[in-house]
T-cell receptor, first 114, second 114 residues
Framework: AQSVTQPDIHITVSEGASLELRCNYSYGATPYLFWYVQSPGQGLQLLLKYFSGDTLVQGIKGFEAEFKRSQSSFNLRKPSVHWSDAAEYFC????????????FGTGTRLTVIP | NAGVTQTPKFRVLKTGQSMTLLCAQDMNHEYMYWYRQDPGMGLRLIHYSVGEGTTAKGEVPDGYNVSRLKKQNFLLGLESAAPSQTSVYFCASMRPGQGVYGYTFGSGTRLTVV
């Protein structure tokens, strides 16, 4: 069965500090992995995606994520957090075939303090 | 502006009332999805459609019905609303062949059932 685990419900970081959000997945086929960001009261915006190839992928807003097959992980990172990064972040896994349904983790809420 | 439009944005229902949420997309996407978002639960798939006239159940379909009479519209119905259906509902659409990265989300409908 497919599942996505985001072990951190809430993370607080200081502005300018580095950030890492954890994501572990369980999927029966080759996973397509995604990170989405949701600002309060808004819809979801795609940050980055991984399908194959280079395991370090770059996204928008200075985010990157590393796919580690041996650890079934796809952690999101940013070297220096800005106050505007405060939001909720969702990791998701999906398939390349069929109806392409996405399965989401429960989210990690990021608070940025001055 | 091209994208996914959800109406209404907010709604309060009394237990037992019915309502329909409308999702409209103008990108000529084949696939459409309805998700619900609850605190600590992430997004869970309710129903989806891979084309006009077709629908299928997702992870949490009970209490909901859907219809896809026109390619651009995907309706989510609640026949007899229950407090457990208080949630934020997101619609998404995708064009097959883009892979799962083609998801476009609407901005959500916040539904409260009292």
């Amino acid at each position: 069965a497919q599942s996505v685990t985001q072990p951190d419900i809430h993370i607080t970081v200081s502005e300018g500090a580095s950030l890492e959000l954890r994501c572990n997945y369980s999927y029966g086929a080759t996973p397509y992995l995604f990170w989405y960001v949701q600002s309060p009261g808004q819809g979801l915006q795609l940050l980055l995606k991984y399908f194959s190839g280079d395991t370090l992928v770059q996204g928008i807003k200075g985010f990157e994520a590393e796919f580690k097959r041996s650890q079934s992980s796809f952690n999101l990172r940013k070297p220096s957090v800005h106050w505007s990064d405060a939001a909720e972040y969702f990791c998701a896994v999906g398939a390349a075939t069929g109806a392409n349904n996405l399965f989401f983790g429960t989210g990690t809420r990021l608070t940025v303090i001055p | 502006n091209a994208g996914v439009t959800q109406t209404p944005k907010f709604r309060v229902l009394k237990t037992g009332q019915s309502m329909t949420l409308l999702c409209a997309q103008d990108m000529n996407h084949e696939y459409m999805y309805w998700y619900r978002q609850d605190p600590g639960m992430g997004l869970r798939l309710i129903h989806y459609s891979v084309g006009e006239g077709t629908t299928a159940k997702g992870e949490v379909p009970d209490g909901y019905n859907v219809s896809r009479l026109k390619k651009q519209n995907f309706l989510l119905g609640l026949e007899s609303a229950a407090p457990s259906q208080t949630s934020v509902y997101f619609c998404a659409s995708m064009r097959p062949g883009q892979g799962v990265y083609g998801y476009t989300f609407g901005s959500g409908t916040r539904l409260t059932v009292v």
